[in-house]
């Protein structure tokens, strides 16, 4: 992968209260074109401080993919439709991808 955030990828890392919830995000941030691909994980167990407790919850999470010139609308949105006052959102844009991997996420957003 070769040149700068306009053909590059960038990822984000979002975990969400369950897999309903993750699926119906996914298919808004698709519908709106700022990602090629969501992918769900299983339930995953999460173990936070929060408001100054230990907690313990079971979560959904999932890795988005996008392009790098999208990373910052990306999330700004993400935080815009996630049902958390405060959701977990991480995202970093990528250094290294396989030619055909870089090649379709292009060509899909």
Known sequence: MTGGEADSAALVWCPFPDRDIA?????ELLGEGLIACANI??????????????????????????RAALLDRTIARLGELHPYDTPAIIGWRCDAGHPSTIAWLMATL
């Open 23 to 27: 699926r119906a995000v996914a298919g």
């Open 41 to 66: 994980l299983g339930d995953m167990e999460s173990v936070f401080f929060w408001e100054g407790a230990r907690n313990s919850e079971t979560e959904t999470g999932v890795l988005f993919k996008t």
